[in-house]
């Protein structure tokens, strides 16, 4: 609810999605835990670079029609260095992510999924490369392999 609000108020609205997005890793390792170790505390730091990342590419889609009326987001504060900052959210999410499999012993599996996600992300870049409107969506909407790819990779290092 309060993100589409926060579009009116803050260029960074896609930081208010990435926390509302990551605030269950916190919510599951407490039900479980009753602690937040800090393995979770960096999965939920991933997670919201991760949808900056790709919420930016969303907000690429519709930048000219949110311009004109007034509406914030990471794509519009970027301007011409946002397919770099896409870029280097991408490298902090994976690069956080291998320090999550780190601190949580993960297997070969999981790091062959990060691999898998990095040609993921290269392959978005690629897509968003000209700002297309029709492949900046295409680059948003792989984001869910993405996820599906290292999920496979953690589930994997458990059978």
Do not use: H
Request: hydrophobic content about 55%.
């Amino acid at each position: 609810v309060i993100y589409p609000f926060m579009k009116r108020y803050t260029n960074l609205p896609q930081l208010v999605l990435g926390v509302a997005f990551s605030w269950g890793i916190l919510m599951a390792f407490t039900a479980q835990t009753e602690t937040i170790p800090q393995p979770a505390l960096l999965l939920f730091a991933a997670n919201i670079i991760w949808t900056i990342g790709y919420d930016t590419q969303y907000a690429m889609v519709d930048r000219k029609f949110d311009i004109k009326v007034g509406i914030k987001s990471t794509a519009i504060l970027f301007g011409d260095m946002d397919k770099c900052f896409i870029a280097l959210f991408q490298v902090m999410f994976i690069i956080s992510m291998w320090f999550v499999g780190q601190q949580f012993e993960l297997g070969w599996s999981y790091y062959l999924s990060l691999l898998s996600a990095c040609g993921l992300l290269a392959y978005q870049q690629y897509l968003i490369k000209d700002r297309l409107p029709d492949l900046c969506l295409k680059a948003f909407l792989n984001n869910n392999w993405v996820g599906a790819v290292i999920f496979v990779g953690v589930i994997l290092n458990y059978i």
